[in-house]
């Protein structure tokens, strides 16, 4: 069974005809003899569209249950047995009723496709998930039924249903598509100008786009190479000159003239190896293109022209940009430029040439020739030269034992040895050395330069090509040889460099030790260049001397900075690597210190929402039998015993210490939490600390003090010393059984005294003691118990502030037992 198609006619709004030319597409199809049925359409009242729907057969709706009412849905079952060749179903993004057997209205057409039947549907732009967003942000309007895009992609067919702002909202004015109730509200609403014409940009827009995908699909397919000028897409050429900055601006206004234009950038980096872009120019325009909002290429080829227009066909570009030649009027003479290349094989691309202030200015050949050394080097001249002179004499001494052909490639083989050690230009000496020394000593007639015989000039003159070329040859081998083995210690070194930041904890400071260690630099330092502050060093800089120091950008607000005058262009390339790597770390700092606000903020919520929470029932309770004992009394409905009243009064005088514990707990974790507590050291008598408390606690009678030292003093603050231990009683008395009491005792120990409050409840795990000092935990409690669980929190917090410590303890037999520490 071969796969039905689909064709979507695709509106930007609701009212623009879409459903119209379904229903009108779906007759001219019947009258041509096709099979065609309506699956489902909805016509929402509009009388034109109700008088498409013609003749055309349709298919009963499913009717599903919904709740108390009952829901029409596509019924795909029915249009699967009826085998239409085509099936008309409206709204493709709409979301089918609970129980259906598809949740989107696309599943169930994806199901008739796969059945072969062709499906003709309709959906507007902004109930495209990818341009959700978007369209909340024009209307908003949050779309709840979205269609994702590759389904609407794939369509065999997508046709744009156009129509202008004012059109439609003429349709509108006139009831074509809302009732008259909803008119006014419409036209202010959702259906504005300004709305409209964005809707319906987007909608020219992405259908644009798939239009353009689907030429360079059938470009693609047919092996079509000739570029098609349907939009206009500029290709600018860079190759890391200054005037790359110029080409860019140029090509973002050409491309800026009509709408739809695209800019490209595309950088031709040598497949050598040898000629390369620097990193920071590389970077500069990446971020220019980025931000003119184009797009950013870098391409491989040592053809630079031949790849820039190879990659301008792929892209199928109306237009490329190129600089005018830096080149001076000598380089011109000695080859073609770019621009040269590109003018005369753009074929039907056009080519702006730009002029800027660099025009023959001399451009650097731009070839990366490492450094042989000045070892090698002073050791290749000293064999052009003595090597030569040492040669001869051997050769001379031994003129019987071989021939002027062998002599000549004694010194071909000197040449060779030549350029291997010191490079193209001792062996370019050596030649012509070895070549006037063939002609004075072995050439006839000997002991002068005139040369006897014809052939002999031409041997020697093809000595010294042959020479010259062979040591071209090996000097580039050379070279690209060393030069991969500085880019394998660039690798090994970047590589090392990942691995140490991975094992670091401080990642900046150990990036800068490897920077010392790398380029054998005395310091290294991170700079914010916006005030010029320091963000880490490592090792000794003078950072007040410039011309001392090497930098690198770091992003757009710091830079890194070697204590070193100037470094090669290799060294140079390793650096951007290391300021890539800390802007890297940089930009990782500042997630972690955005994703720890957002903790922060968090545990903020959390707290607030707890507080909430437990203040909300613990400040309901004591004032409910507040009002509740006040009103008693105040009635006159019935006569209170003096009893009675003693007892209502009781009770109000217990629910307003409650409440008026709990508000000082509260005012005591907020100064605590915002560091304004103010602590009043004094000395003072641990019975006085201990007998204030117990004024405060309900159930005094309950608490046994045991002081073996009735003189007994610390150094604390006695007003909060006074609210530790009475929120440390309370808390073993709510633990403790009735019947229990709970022992406050107090002694000195190794230079502190230690006032404990020991309990004989059921105690606390030991890996569960710490959160019962956290703010709103009750151990052991119901969500609902009394206390909202600020008692310990403050009483840890209090202590600590005042130096001190709490730490909770078994108490042996069972129980807890809470220690505090004091000097």
């Known amino acids: 069974?071969?796969?039905?198609?689909?064709?979507?006619?695709?509106?930007?709004?609701?009212?623009?005809?879409?459903?119209?030319?379904?229903?009108?597409?779906?007759?001219?199809?019947?009258?041509?003899?096709?099979?065609?049925?309506?699956?489902?359409?909805e016509t929402h009242g509009r009388t034109y569209t109700t008088e498409q729907v013609g003749g055309l057969e349709t298919i009963p709706r499913l009717r599903v249950a919904h709740g108390d009412t009952t829901l029409e849905e596509l019924d795909v079952d029915a249009i699967i047995a009826r085998r239409p060749e085509v099936a008309l179903v409206d709204e493709l993004a709409h979301s089918n009723a609970s129980g259906s057997r598809h949740?989107?209205?696309?599943?169930?057409?994806?199901?008739?496709?796969?059945?072969?039947?062709?499906?003709?549907?309709?959906?507007?732009?902004?109930?495209?998930?990818?341009?959700?967003?978007?369209?909340?942000?024009?209307?908003?309007?949050?779309?709840?039924?979205?269609?994702?895009?590759?389904?609407?992609?794939?369509?065999?067919?997508?046709?744009?249903?156009?129509?202008?702002?004012?059109?439609?909202?003429?349709?509108?004015?006139?009831?074509?598509?809302?009732?008259?109730?909803?008119?006014?509200?419409?036209?202010?609403?959702?259906?504005?100008?300004?709305?409209?014409?964005?809707?319906r940009e987007l909608a020219l827009l992405w259908t644009a786009d798939r239009v353009d995908e689907g030429l360079l699909r059938y470009r693609a397919e047919h092996d079509i190479d000739s570029t098609w000028a349907a939009r206009e897409r500029v290709v600018v050429a860079l190759t890391g000159g200054p005037e790359q900055e110029i080409l860019l601006r140029r090509g973002a206004r050409v491309a800026s003239r009509g709408a739809g234009g695209e800019l490209i950038a595309v950088q031709v980096v040598s497949e050598s190896g040898l000629r390369e872009i620097p990193p920071e120019s590389a970077r500069a325009a990446r971020n220019l293109t980025e931000e003119l909002g184009g797009e950013f290429h870098t391409v491989s080829g040592e053809d630079i022209g031949g790849a820039i227009l190879h990659f301008a066909r792929g892209v199928n570009a109306s237009q490329i940009i190129v600089g005018a030649s830096r080149r001076s009027r000598l380089q011109q003479l000695l080859g073609r430029g770019v621009g040269e290349t590109v003018v005369d094989g753009s074929g039907e691309i056009d080519v702006l040439m730009v002029t800027h202030s660099r025009i023959r200015s001399g451009r650097s050949s731009g070839l990366v020739l490492p450094a042989l050394g000045r070892r090698r080097t002073i050791l290749g001249w000293l064999l052009a030269t003595a090597g030569v002179a040492l040669l001869t004499v051997l050769l001379d001494a031994t003129t019987d034992y071989h021939s002027l052909p062998l002599e000549v490639l004694v010194y071909l083989a000197l040449t060779v040895l030549v350029a291997?050690?010191?490079?193209?230009?001792?062996?370019?000496?050596?030649?012509?050395?070895?070549?006037?020394?063939?002609?004075?000593?072995?050439?006839?007639?000997?002991?002068t330069f005139t040369i006897g015989q014809p052939q002999n000039v031409a041997a020697l003159v093809l000595f010294v090509l042959v020479a010259v070329a062979v040591a071209g040859v090996v000097h580039l081998t050379a070279r690209s040889s060393a030069q991969a083995s500085a880019f394998g210690r660039d690798a090994q070194l970047l590589a090392a460099l990942a691995h140490s930041l991975l094992d670091a904890d401080e990642q900046l400071p150990a990036l800068l030790e490897?920077?010392?260690?790398?380029?054998?630099?005395?310091?290294?330092?991170?700079?914010?260049?916006?005030?010029?502050?320091?963000?880490?060093?490592?090792?000794?800089?003078?950072?007040?001397?410039?011309?001392?120091?090497?930098?690198?950008?770091?992003?757009?607000?710091?830079?890194?900075?070697?204590?070193?005058?100037?470094?090669?262009?290799?060294?140079?390339r390793l650096v951007e690597a290391y300021a890539d790597h800390a802007e890297a770390i940089l930009h990782r700092e500042s997630l972690a210190l955005a994703a720890a606000g957002a903790d922060a903020l968090a545990k903020d919520n959390q707290y607030r929402t707890a507080l909430l929470a437990a203040v909300s029932h613990d400040l309901r309770t004591p004032l409910s039998s507040i009002k509740a004992g006040v009103s008693g009394l105040r009635s006159t409905d019935i006569e209170l015993s003096q009893e009675d009243q003693d007892e209502l009064l009781e009770t109000v005088e217990e629910s307003a210490d409650r409440l008026d514990a709990l508000?000082?707990?509260?005012?005591?974790?907020?100064?605590?939490?915002?560091g304004n507590l103010t602590i009043r050291a004094d000395e003072s008598l641990a019975a006085d600390l201990i007998e204030a408390a117990l004024h405060t606690v309900t159930d005094r009678d309950r608490v046994t003090v045991q002081l073996p030292d009735p003189h007994l003093t610390c150094r604390t603050d006695p007003g909060l010393t006074e609210r530790v231990l009475a929120n440390l009683i309370e808390n073993a008395l709510r633990h403790t059984p009735p019947g229990t009491s709970v022992t406050v005792s107090a002694e000195a120990t190794d230079g502190h005294v230690e006032l404990r409050v020991i309990d004989c409840g059921p105690g606390v795990p030991a890996d569960q003691r710490a959160g019962i000092f956290e703010p709103f935990q009750r151990y052991g409690d119901a969500p609902r118990g009394s206390g909202v669980g600020l008692g310990l929190a403050v009483a840890k917090g209090l202590t600590e502030a005042m130096g001190g410590t709490v730490n909770a303890d078994d108490t042996p037999g069972g129980g807890l037992t809470m220690t505090v520490s004091l000097l």
Not at 663 to 674: V, Y
Request: aromatic share 4%; glycine share 8%.
């Open 1 to 41: 069974m071969s796969q039905g198609k689909l064709r979507i006619y695709l509106g930007a709004a609701p009212g623009v005809g879409k459903t119209v030319r379904m229903l009108q597409e779906g007759a001219r199809r019947r009258d041509r003899g096709t099979d065609v049925v309506i699956g489902l359409v």
């Open 103 to 199: 949740k989107r209205r696309w599943q169930d057409i994806q199901e008739l496709l796969d059945h072969g039947i062709d499906v003709i549907s309709t959906v507007n732009v902004q109930h495209l998930e990818s341009l959700n967003d978007v369209v909340q942000e024009i209307t908003g309007i949050k779309q709840r039924e979205t269609v994702p895009d590759a389904v609407v992609r794939a369509a065999d067919q997508i046709e744009l249903i156009d129509m202008t702002p004012e059109a439609l909202r003429r349709r509108l004015a006139h009831g074509n598509v809302y009732g008259p109730d909803k008119v006014d509200a419409a036209l202010s609403n959702y259906f504005r100008p300004g709305n409209l014409s964005a809707l």
């Open 420 to 447: 291997i050690v010191g490079g193209l230009w001792p062996a370019v000496t050596c030649a012509v050395i070895a070549s006037l020394v063939l002609n004075w000593y072995f050439t006839q007639p000997t002991g």
């Open 514 to 572: 490897q920077a010392r260690d790398t380029f054998t630099v005395p310091g290294a330092a991170l700079l914010n260049t916006a005030d010029g502050s320091v963000l880490a060093t490592s090792g000794s800089i003078e950072l007040s001397d410039p011309d001392r120091l090497t930098s690198a950008r770091v992003g757009k607000k710091h830079s890194l900075v070697l204590a070193t005058r100037g470094i090669d262009a290799r060294q140079r």
């Open 663 to 674: 508000i000082e707990n509260l005012l005591d974790m907020s100064r605590i939490q915002s």
